[in-house]
């Protein structure tokens, strides 16, 4: 049995690792921390989980999980993160760090976008980025796993089979997304604030989302040579999911049949790649740990519909993914 602590266990993430975790085989939650004053038993903070776990936050002591845990599940914010990761990867503890603190390999780029200094560029530069479908063989007996975004999630994998066979421009993307008000946090926010956000559908982070250097990092690794794109974000009034609508320009004429024989090449075997012939729709994903993909040739342009529920594939989910892989375990133990 795999003893897992859950890092910052207060937030959406923490919430949705706690209730995979429940029902995961070979995975017992031993230990949950929380900071100030988010502390008190797990219930009291979660009602749904009264009677399924009667844990008690914590506040974080690093001997404390490293002696009641073989694996944590970091779910803290940039920069928070980075100070509790260094110590638990120093006392034998695997860690899968759902934060940004380690997914961009430059820590000059990380300290532009993030606006922080980064204090851990050693596990920084051992850290390997925790997309199953596309880095598995890298995954496997990491010490540290820097969880995708949710964003990225979708995107690369929905970009990764035509960039790995040079098929379209690295130039020339555009990435449309729509994501529910979670992926803002549990955090108040006025903006996320039921009479600002019923009803409504704005655009964010127009040329500055965080996210963007990172999908253009993954991209480039994948394609070989530098990757650019305009990622625009959106946020609607529903609770969960993304749906991203991708546009690409390829360097000569592909048939459907050709995209289809590309995609089913790549992911026909992957237990949480779902490949559509017309776009999927957001309910069909929404409490699971599936990326919907639908790539179509229109006119002379090839659009890829890709579908997440941003909280599970695009955290959580996947964090429990790469625990597993981690571990020496199933996959997709806890998550089918």
Known sequence: MIKVAIIGANGYTAYEAIKILLRHQHAEITMLTGRGDNLGCVSNIFPALTGLIDLDLVTFNVDAVATNADVALCCLPHKASMEVVAPLIANGVKVV????????????????VYQVTHTDTKNLATKCYGLPELFRNDIAGKKLIANPGCYPTAATLALAPLLKEGLISTTDIIVNAVSGASGAGRKAALPFHFPEMNENLFAYGVGTHRHGPEIEQSLTKIAGEKTKIIFQPHVVNIDRG??????????????????????????????FVRL????????????????????????????????????????????VQNMNIICGLDESMGLL
């Open 242 to 271: 993304i749906i991203e609508t991708i546009y690409t320009k390829p360097h000569k004429q592909l048939s459907q049949s050709n995209l289809n024989e590309i995609y089913q090449a790549t992911y026909g075997k992957e237990k």
């Open 276 to 319: 559509f012939k017309a776009p999927p729709k957001l309910k069909d994903v929404q409490y699971t740990n599936f990326c919907d993909i639908c790539p179509m040739v229109v006119d002379d342009k090839i659009v890829i519909f890709a579908n997440e529920d941003n909280l599970i594939k695009g955290a959580s989910g996947q964090a």
């Open 97 to 112: 760090d759902l934060s940004a603190d380690y997914r961009l390999d430059c820590v000059d780029l990380y300290e532009s």
